[in-house]
């Protein structure tokens, strides 16, 4: 009953403090150091104003459009996310039951709960696998193996994570993967039961698709966390990027670009898909907001990538705001997470609604029968 009272993702958020320990939400919903790109993230679609036309034949609506070669319901995709089991027990398959009864994609973490092979099997919706160019170049080529065997319809590349954010609130919870219980975090634990006795007695909180290489691959004793952590590679570039287009040759995002220059590389390397993103503000404390980069992006690229953008997406209007800047979609992470936590499929569901409700009310009042038809002329 709670839950169909959310009338936004807000009210979403809000549901999800009450049902996760207090640890758990921050490592939700807390950004970098200062957390100024988080909030700029968001604040800066208030910063945009509308400008609608009138008098325009809105009666036949139409908001699908066509993202990694699929046609999708609305310009919209869920983000990965890593350790989502953490959030429902239900964890990244409940998300891809929503996101394909949705028709929209979805988008499986390197880092998820949930095999390459066990989410393809939960969604006909377009699905997609997120990737690192791991130093250990043989567990990349086994997840580009693997996904390709399983019927993914992309890749989506990570590139700003070669070293985590400093994420301060993380820190002060001593919050670690997995969660363990500490004298300071005991309470909050205890608080909310029906979180921590399935995550204290159901499945490990494993990223299941790497935990095989540690005991093969770990030069000595080591933990999943520290293994993934020594295989960020410092020394990623260009050519890489050329290398994974070549082997996969199938649809490629790369994720975490926001500068003009380095979209426009990434095309020429191999990318048809250009996520405009800041990892949710969790790496760099002042990242630039996502919405603020889409205008440079569109206008280097000039229609020869398709844009995503990545970040702050809270509302229907932000993203028909990020259409009318020039992005073809957008991608949700913590509005679905929200949804997630709250009511596990149920939730992710009602998020998705939310979006999609207020994105049709939006057009509408915009004068903007389609997604084509969102333009510059209606953002100031």
């Known amino acids: 009953m709670k839950l169909a009272r959310c009338h936004n993702v807000a009210a979403l958020r809000d549901h999800a403090i009450g049902r996760l320990p207090g640890p758990v939400f921050d490592y939700i919903d807390g950004g970098s150091e200062d957390e100024i790109a988080l909030r700029e993230s968001i604040s800066a679609f208030d910063d945009l104003r509308l400008m609608p036309r009138t008098l325009v034949d809105v009666s036949a609506l139409d908001l699908t459009t066509t993202l990694f070669g699929r046609r999708i319901s609305m310009p919209l995709m869920l983000a990965p996310t890593g350790l989502t089991r953490l959030f429902h027990p239900d964890a990244e398959l409940a998300v891809a039951r929503a996101a394909s009864a949705a028709e929209l994609p979805y988008c499986l973490s390197t880092l998820g709960t949930t095999t390459i092979e066990d989410m393809s099997s939960q969604t006909s919706a377009p699905k997609l696998f997120q990737i690192y160019i791991f130093k250990d170049r043989g567990l990349t080529e086994e997840f580009i193996e693997r996904a390709r065997v399983a019927g993914y319809d992309g890749l989506v ?105 380095d979209a426009d590389r990434a095309v020429g390397s191999g990318a048809d898909t250009i996520m405009v993103s800041n990892h949710g503000a969790r790496q760099l404390g002042t990242a630039c907001a996502p919405i603020n980069a889409i205008p440079a992006v569109a206008d ?81």
Not at 164 to 170: I, N, S
Not at 230 to 244: A, C, H, N, P, T
Request: proline share 4%; charged share 20%; with cysteine.
């Open 157 to 261: 590349l990570t590139v700003d994570t070669l070293v985590a954010g400093k994420r301060e609130r993380d820190i002060v919870n001593r919050f670690g993967l997995p969660p363990r219980l500490t004298p300071q975090s005991f309470l909050s634990y205890a608080a909310k039961p029906w979180w921590s006795l399935p995550a204290l007695f159901g499945r490990k909180f494993d990223f299941v698709n790497v935990a095989h290489r540690v005991a093969a691959m770990a030069a000595g004793p080591t933990t999943l966390a520290d293994y993934v952590g020594s295989q960020f590679d410092r020394s990623l570039g260009w050519k890489d990027v050329e290398w994974l287009a070549h082997k996969w040759g199938g649809p490629l995002a790369i994720k975490g670009i926001v500068r003009a220059d």
């Open 300 to 380: 280097a690229l000039k229609g020869r990538g398709t844009i995503i953008c990545d970040g702050g997406i809270r509302r229907g209007e932000h993203i028909a705001k990020a259409l009318a800047l020039g992005a073809d979609a957008v991608s949700i992470g913590r509005s679905y997470l929200y949804g997630l936590a709250a009511g596990g499929e149920a939730g992710v569901t009602l998020s998705l609604a939310i979006l999609r409700d207020e994105l049709e009310r939006t057009m509408i009042l915009l004068g903007a029968p389609d997604c084509a038809s969102i333009d510059r002329s209606l953002v100031a």
